[in-house]
Every structure is written in C-alpha cells, then in structure tokens.
C-alpha cells in the first residue's frame, strides 16, 4: 500500500482522541472494507504511559467483527516526538507474531498543529505512505 | 465436539490460514503444547516454560485467563479459547 485514503472526520476523531490522552499515548484502530476506512476504534493504551503504548485487542477485534469491518491500520500518538516510528515501533511491527497490520499512523502532538503521518513498517524497514485527506 | 480455538491473524500462518483450529480439553498450557504438535512453532510463540507470554492474552469463553486460573485454567469440550497478541510500540527511543 502506498496511499492511505481518510475522511477529514475520521482523522479528527483521531486527533481529538490522542489530544484528549495527552500527555499519554493514545492508541486505537482503524477499520474499514476493501481498503477504504469506515470508522475509528479507540483502544485503550494498556501500558497508561507518555512512552510506549500497548492494545490487548480482544473486545476490539470482537466490535470489529460484529460491524462487518476489518483492521487497516493502527494508530498512534507521540506525545513529545516526531511523526516518525521509534526504534520500538519498528521492532513490535517487526515481530511477525503480533503484526495484525503493517500500516501505522502516528500522530506527534510535540508541535502547536498536530502532524499525521503513515507508515508501512516491516521486516525492520520503514516506508512512508502517503497520507490522502478528503 | 472437541474446544474450539480462535487463532489470530498473525500466527494463522501456522495454521495454513485456518482461524479456527480443534483444541483438546485440559488446562490452557496443555492445550497449547498439543496445538504446538500438530502446528510446530505455535507453542514458542504462545508460551515459554509453562507461562503464557507477556505479550499474549488468551481466553476461553470471553474470559482473560489472568482472571481465571491462569496457564492453569480448564477448557472442556465446546468452550472457546481466544489467542490474542497484542498490538504494542511507543514514542521511546
Ligand atoms: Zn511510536
């Protein structure tokens, strides 16, 4: 995937969310059919940090399920750092085991505006995707 | 009827894409060790010496068997049991 389509609404739910966690990390899913997202999942950061994140994605996975949706990417924040994957996040998207996705959106709070960007991260290596707001 | 097991995306590479597997009745570290038979790898990736991994949650019947009885905790015939890994990274480093 090289380009990551998403409604101007379903981005600020994003940000709304990882504005509202701050100065935690705040992380979630986004779902959708065929490539294109319908709709936001929060997901609770089970680590509670400003550092890393964390989602047990069973009830989830579950709401996702019910609504007919499957997961596209996972989202997010960097409370005090750049819009860019940290050696964690490209380590835990390396790990083959947990990797439901390779798309990452990250959402850096460390600036007045919140910047977005999105990431394709595997194998230890990390691509942009483009990011497509409508 | 044997114990249903939901296996998730990233480990149904082990499973030839199969995302639900039969599971034997016992505890949960008996039922992995024997899925980890007939699907090599699985068991590591779950478990290691007798304890589920930091990073997965299981549970049988929408219950997290942290709760339960842990590694420990019976599954009998017709229960489900849900592997889930979780999503995890951060802005450190
Ligand atoms: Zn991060």
Partial sequence: MTQLLIRRELLNEIIDHCKEVYPNEACGILAGRGGIIKKIYRAVNVDD??????????????????????????????????????????????????????????????????????????????????LIVS | MAVKVRIPTPLQRLTQGQEEVDGTPGTVIALINDLDKRFPGMGERISEAGKIRRFVNIYVNEEDIRFLNAEETVVKDGDEVSIVPAIAGGAKQ
């Fill in chain 1, 49 to 130: 940090s400003s550092v890393t994140y964390r989602i047990e994605p069973f009830q989830v996975l579950k709401n996702l399920k019910q609504d007919g949706l499957e997961m596209i990417a996972v989202y997010h924040s960097h409370p005090h750092s750049e819009a860019y994957p940290s050696l964690i996040d490209v380590e835990r998207a390396s790990d083959l085991d947990s990797a439901y996705v390779s798309i990452y959106v990250i959402v850096s709070l460390m600036h007045e505006e919140p910047e977005v960007r999105a990431f394709a991260t595997s194998d230890r290596k990390v691509r942009e995707v483009e």
